[in-house]
């Protein structure tokens, strides 16, 4: 038994809960990368130190009980383990369906934008629009995170969200550069002065990350 094969065996001995593959690298900090953490489980199951069980797409390892009914407790581990992980694709799940809607109203807020406003309430209205889609940005960013919880179509509906969020943003974006830029047009000072006089600030103002 190597060195990282150990240090992992030691590590499930010591928390003695079942683990995916992402799960043990992301719990020791991506200390080892995929390729060396499967290794090593495939040697410690091999040896029998370890058990595996496949549930859909998703391999799970724990390190074996010994002593009377050893069986028994190894699968009701996992059985609890896998209680844990469905609670918590449910509560993602919900959180998901919390941020589809906010979307829809973000969508309708965009609409209302283009219909009677003046410019001075469209340039308000869109830093505070660019404020909201940056905390559904970072929401869905964390949602997106523990990958192992959550299904291939899960994960797609949050890249898909994620798309159109960042997408809503860019069109808003542009819209009021526009709608400022035209102001400019008869405006008889600099553009700074401008977004002074009317309390508008842009991404770079704000030092706004990127938003890709």
Do not use: W
């Amino acid at each position: 038994m190597n060195a990282n094969t150990e240090a992992i065996f030691k590590y499930l001995k010591q928390t003695n809960r079942p683990y995916s593959v992402n799960d043990i690298i992301q719990n020791l900090h991506k200390k080892y990368n995929k390729t060396v953490v499967q290794n090593a489980l495939d040697e410690l199951v091999k040896a029998d130190h370890v058990m595996s069980k496949t549930y859909g797409k998703q391999v799970i390892y724990c390190i074996k009980q010994s002593g009377k009914n050893a069986e028994k407790k190894d699968a009701s581990v996992v059985k609890e383990e896998l209680k844990t992980k469905e609670r918590e694709l449910t509560e993602k799940q919900a959180l998901l369906k919390k941020l589809q809607d906010e979307n829809k109203q973000i969508k309708a807020k965009v609409k209302n934008l283009t219909q009677n406003l003046t410019t001075e309430e469209a340039l308000v209205m869109k830093t505070k629009l660019v404020q909201e889609v940056t905390e559904k940005k970072t929401k869905l960013e964390n949602l997106s995170n523990n990958v192992e919880v959550v299904s291939e179509a899960d994960k797609k509906k949050l890249q898909e969200t994620k798309e159109k969020l960042v997408k809503e943003y860019r069109k808003r974006k542009r819209m009021c550069t526009e709608m400022l830029d035209a102001v400019l047009e008869n405006y008889p000072k600099s553009k700074k002065i401008l977004l002074e006089e009317t309390g508008v600030e842009t991404d770079e103002m704000v030092k706004m990350e990127t938003i890709v």
